[in-house]
């Protein structure tokens, strides 16, 4: 297992948002996470990423327990995750966003930049800059590569968020509904997309409302509903539950 | 000559006790040179250096306040640094400090230090440090989240943009001979921050471009006197309501990038 998450609870004042959620995540596959509005899905995605402190239970990465680790360190360890609502950093260049996701892997300080006789271009800053255009061409966006981040379509900025934390090269990537606004046609290149992710060998943790996406291509899938995990599956399975038709379409 | 921008402002840290640093920075080194005869260069690096470091100690507590908050904070720690100057009778209190030895070369070190602060700046925005930076500055959450240690990266920031600021009063301080608390009020540490707000916050250029413009327009306009200030006050509410960015915005370099790729490209066809 590269993630396990063990009973987890969290509270907001009072509000139970998540109640004794387990799931584990298993290496180099795809986990789907569905669940109606409110169910809890981001609010896990958030205590995965250090954003939230959980209020009891257990997050596990490798192995190891990650509670109280702060956020930048969870993404050095190889958490990657991208936002429901997309937050590239919009003044900047396609290329410098996805330049930053390197950031935690690479070391030049303020010292080492001011203090260098030579004009010529740093061997790390050269190695982060191609390891971005790669991150680029693999999603398919090299051509912007020097367009400000917020001047592109929405489609294609999430798609440099994806870049952006690929080039942090993450054995886990959590995408947030990455599918949310996109066309039939942009979601499709998605799903291929992810496939390929998958298939380097980085195991992708995926909340999604599009059903085709997260049927098509999940292995296993984990539905929550007010909290609490209601059911755990292959997708064929997921299809057939009672409880989970019944969470979404309410009771016949 | 005014000469201080900052860099706090990158990560979104509005700082207005930036001439508290200068004042730290210019008594610390006109103490150097005038009680401890140590050389000009040494003494103003000192205070630059004394300067970085209690920026390191505000810094500290600063990081966890944001906004309105953070600008009250560093409001108040100007002040703190001007009372207490008017009031150590080490520094001349309330009179000044005079007999700071003039350098000849002053204005010339001035440039010198504008050029190396360009340098600076134009390698820190293609490095590591420098996006890190500006990423904390504009979703301080994301960039958080994909790995950058917000905390020593706006520390880092804030005691740097400290020590830049205690570099310029050290300067300032051997330019004018004679240094008072009075020079290092609130109303100065403002009037940079309209400097980098007007010349522009999204690039390096724009504070350096807003400080030499908004320096020389009063000197201009001293022919029509009474109304110079009236103008002046004019001009940035039309600014901030026409180019809320300030003048040079990122768009402008992009532009001017794309002139000079073009004619490159001409040339060679």
Same mark, same amino acid.
């Given at each position: 297992?590269?993630?396990?998450?063990?009973?987890?609870?969290?509270?907001?004042?009072?509000?139970?948002?998540?109640?004794?959620?387990?799931?584990?995540?298993?290496?180099?596959?795809?986990?789907? *996470?569905?669940?109606?509005?409110?169910?809890?899905?981001?609010? *896990?995605?958030?205590?995965?990423?250090?954003?939230?402190?959980?209020?009891?239970?257990?997050?596990?990465?490798?192995?190891?327990?990650?509670?109280?680790?702060?956020?930048?360190?969870?993404?050095?360890?190889?958490?990657?995750?991208?936002?429901?609502?997309?937050?590239?950093?919009?003044?900047?260049?396609?290329?410098?966003?996805?330049?930053?996701?390197?950031?935690?892997?690479?070391?030049?300080?303020?010292?080492?930049?001011?203090?260098?006789?030579?004009?010529?271009?740093?061997?790390?800053?050269?190695?982060?800059?191609?390891?971005?255009?790669?991150?680029?061409?693999?999603?398919?966006?090299?051509?912007?590569?020097?367009?400000?981040?917020?001047?592109?379509?929405?489609?294609?900025?999430?798609?440099?968020?994806?870049?952006?934390?690929?080039?942090?090269?993450?054995?886990?990537?959590?995408?947030?509904?990455?599918? @949310?606004?996109? $066309?039939?046609?942009?979601?499709?290149?998605?799903?291929?997309?992810?496939?390929?992710? $998958?298939?380097?060998?980085?195991?992708?943790?995926?909340?999604?409302?599009?059903?085709?996406?997260?049927?098509?291509?999940?292995?296993?899938?984990?539905?929550?509903?007010?909290?609490?995990?209601?059911?755990?599956?292959?997708?064929?399975?997921?299809?057939?539950?009672?409880?989970?038709?019944?969470?979404?379409?309410?009771?016949? | 000559?005014?000469?201080?921008?900052?860099?706090?402002?990158?990560?979104?840290?509005?700082?207005?006790?930036?001439?508290?640093?200068?004042?730290?920075?210019?008594?610390?080194?006109?103490?150097?040179?005038?009680?401890?005869?140590?050389?000009?260069?040494? @003494?103003?690096?000192?205070?630059?250096?004394?300067?970085?470091?209690?920026?390191?100690?505000?810094?500290?507590?600063?990081?966890?306040?944001?906004?309105?908050?953070?600008?009250?904070?560093?409001?108040?720690?100007?002040?703190?640094?001007?009372?207490?100057?008017?009031?150590?009778?080490?520094?001349?209190?309330?009179?000044?400090?005079?007999?700071?030895?003039?350098?000849?070369?002053?204005?010339?070190?001035?440039?010198?230090?504008?050029?190396?602060?360009?340098?600076?700046?134009?390698?820190?925005?293609?490095?590591?440090?420098?996006?890190?930076?500006?990423?904390?500055?504009?979703?301080?959450?994301?960039?958080?989240?994909?790995?950058?240690?917000?905390?020593?990266?706006?520390?880092?920031?804030?005691?740097?943009?400290?020590?830049?600021?205690?570099?310029?009063?050290?300067?300032?301080?051997?330019?004018?001979?004679?240094?008072?608390? *009075?020079?290092?009020?609130?109303?100065? @540490?403002?009037?940079?921050?309209?400097?980098?707000?007007?010349?522009?916050?999204?690039?390096?250029?724009?504070?350096?471009?807003?400080?030499?413009?908004?320096?020389?327009?009063?000197?201009?306009?001293?022919?029509?006197?009474?109304?110079?200030?009236?103008?002046?006050?004019?001009?940035?509410?039309?600014?901030?309501?026409?180019?809320?960015?300030?003048?040079?915005?990122?768009?402008?370099?992009?532009?001017?990038?794309?002139?000079?790729? $073009?004619?490159?490209?001409?040339?060679?066809?």
């Amino acid at each position: 297992m590269i993630l396990e998450i063990r009973d987890v609870v969290k509270y907001f004042n009072g509000f139970c948002a998540l109640s004794d959620v387990g799931v584990d995540v298993e290496e180099k596959k795809i986990h789907g *996470l569905i669940g109606p509005n409110g169910a809890g899905k981001t609010t *896990l995605f958030n205590l995965i990423s250090g954003m939230y402190d959980l209020t009891r239970g257990e997050i596990r990465f490798k192995g190891t327990c990650i509670d109280g680790v702060k956020p930048h360190l969870r993404a050095k360890l190889g958490i990657g995750r991208t936002f429901q609502i997309v937050r590239l950093f919009g003044f900047m260049t396609v290329l410098d966003n996805v330049m930053l996701g390197s950031h935690c892997k690479t070391k030049a300080g303020l010292s080492k930049t001011f203090f260098r006789f030579s004009i010529k271009e740093p061997e790390e800053e050269k190695a982060t800059r191609e390891n971005a255009m790669r991150w680029l061409a693999f999603v398919g966006l090299s051509h912007q590569a020097h367009e400000i981040a917020s001047n592109l379509p929405h489609a294609e900025q999430r798609l440099v968020e994806i870049a952006r934390s690929l080039a942090l090269d993450p054995d886990l990537l959590l995408l947030d509904e990455p599918a @949310a606004g996109m $066309n039939p046609h942009e979601t499709e290149e998605l799903i291929s997309l992810v496939s390929k992710i $998958n298939q380097m060998g980085k195991a992708v943790f995926l909340v999604e409302h599009n059903m085709e996406l997260v049927m098509g291509i999940s292995h296993v899938i984990s539905v929550l509903n007010f909290g609490g995990k209601i059911a755990e599956g292959t997708p064929a399975e997921i299809q057939g539950n009672s409880e989970v038709i019944e969470a979404y379409l309410g009771k016949g | 000559m005014a000469m201080s921008f900052y860099l706090p402002f990158m990560t979104g840290q509005i700082s207005l006790g930036q001439a508290g640093f200068m004042a730290i920075g210019g008594y610390v080194s006109a103490i150097c040179s005038v009680k401890w005869g140590i050389p000009y260069v040494p @003494a103003v690096l000192i205070g630059g250096v004394f300067a970085g470091i209690v920026g390191l100690i505000l810094g500290l507590p600063a990081l966890r306040i944001k906004g309105i908050y953070l600008l009250l904070l560093t409001l108040g720690f100007g002040e703190i640094v001007r009372v207490v100057g008017i009031n150590l009778q080490y520094v001349g209190a309330a009179a000044g400090f005079p007999g700071i030895p003039y350098q000849k070369y002053t204005l010339l070190y001035a440039y010198g230090m504008v050029l190396i602060l360009i340098i600076f700046f134009s390698r820190l925005s293609r490095s590591r440090m420098g996006r890190a930076f500006q990423a904390v500055g504009s979703d301080e959450d994301a960039a958080e989240i994909i790995g950058v240690n917000i905390v020593s990266a706006k520390l880092l920031a804030f005691s740097v943009g400290a020590f830049m600021a205690g570099i310029g009063g050290g300067i300032f301080a051997h330019y004018q001979e004679y240094i008072e608390p *009075l020079m290092f009020d609130v109303m100065h @540490a403002i009037e940079f921050l309209i400097f980098t707000i007007f010349g522009g916050i999204q690039i390096f250029w724009g504070p350096i471009f807003g400080a030499l413009v908004l320096t020389f327009i009063p000197e201009f306009l001293r022919a029509i006197q009474e109304w110079r200030m009236e103008l002046y006050g004019a001009l940035l509410i039309v600014m901030m309501i026409v180019r809320p960015q300030g003048v040079i915005g990122l768009d402008t370099v992009h532009t001017l990038n794309r002139l000079f790729r $073009n004619g490159l490209g001409k040339e060679r066809a």
